[in-house]
């Protein structure tokens, strides 16, 4: 069996990881000539994490980690705290794995190593995925390069803006959520006393949040500030915006924050799409995954968890009942789970963001009362995302 994959992201590598322990093999192809990443941090919660770790990857992705102490949501002005839910330990008596905070390239390079250290699985950069044809028994896919793969089945594990996808459904139509994102990494000896607290925190306000979280054991604070705007640039994440501006955006907030936006070198800052979910994710011997199936907006922090548990779900199912059919059963498995958290981290958008003083309360209040005196409940309400276990469960 060879898989085809079109896109070497982390559902991409993780995917292919994931074929060669069931000793299937796997030819990535990647428009990029180098990988990298963008500077920008990434939670890797426990239900992505018991993939990984399947894939004999903890050990390397702790070693470059950070491990919070727990989940924390804040007032954005006063910094008070709404309620905290402990990870560390806790995360693995839980939910069955860690929850770390990698930076993304860090991250890459985990999985590349682990990509290196077999020969069922061939990387190939620089060349762009133009389109596929069907066969009989075979998928051919055409590359920018005029050269022809062809395998078993093609993964169209291509991203946001998939190739892939546009020839499987044709172009999409997203919609501006109305928010603008922006993103940095600032090295905290930079920071002095006003270190992001070592939690995964979300600072909320009107119209406006926050998440701030540590990398490399420390080392680094990644910030992500979301405000609400009308539409003024492109989908990059590689746009930079002026700190003026998000200082005007975090004025009066915590000094964590404003201390974070005056400490950073560069601030890049980009609108925030939502899609609409897809009828299928699959034609003939062709099947998309990750962003490129179900893009998720950032508010759940579970994007690329999804893609990482599509990656164990999609290499079973092949091993279990051969491409053809495991091309059509991916959606039928996972787009329940994918469509709950991609509805989850809308709703969240709007939490986050209660504009008036009145749903502040309403909001807020009740958050406030539960995490002080019933905080098995909130950590409870978390189980269904960090609990779930695609390893022993399926999709
Ligand atoms: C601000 C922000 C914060 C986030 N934080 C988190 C988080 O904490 N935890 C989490 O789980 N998720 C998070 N996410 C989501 C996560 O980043 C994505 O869901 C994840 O990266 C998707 O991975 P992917 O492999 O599907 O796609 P991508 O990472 O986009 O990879 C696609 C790859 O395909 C390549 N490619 C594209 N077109 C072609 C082509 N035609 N031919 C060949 N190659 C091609 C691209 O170059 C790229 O390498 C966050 C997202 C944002 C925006």
Redesign the pocket.
Known sequence: MKALI???????LTTALAFDRLGMEAQV????PVLSEVGAG??LSPN?MKVLNLLGLEHAIRAKAFEPEALEMRLGRSGHRLFRIPVGRQARHNWGAPYLHIHRSDLLEVLLAAVSRTDRVKLCLGR??LGYETGLDEVSVYLDSGDRAVGDLLIG???????VRTQMLGPESPVFTGNL?W?AVVPTARLGALVPPPTACVWVGPNRHAVTYLLRQGELANF?GVVEAGLDGIESWTAPGSSAQALADFEGWSPVLETLIRKAGTLYRWPLFDRPDLPHWHDGRTVLL???AHP?L?FM?????M?IEDSHVLAELCRDVGPSKAVAGLHKLRSKRTGRIRNASRANMKTFHRATALSRVATYGPMWVAGHVLPDMVRARQDWIYGHDVTSQGG
């Open positions: 079109a896109g070497a992201g982390i559902g991409g192809i990647e428009r990029a990434i939670q992505a762009g995925v594990a291509d991203g946001l803006h998939s190739t994102a993103r992500v990750g962003d490129a998720t950032p922090a579970q994007g690329a968890a893609a």
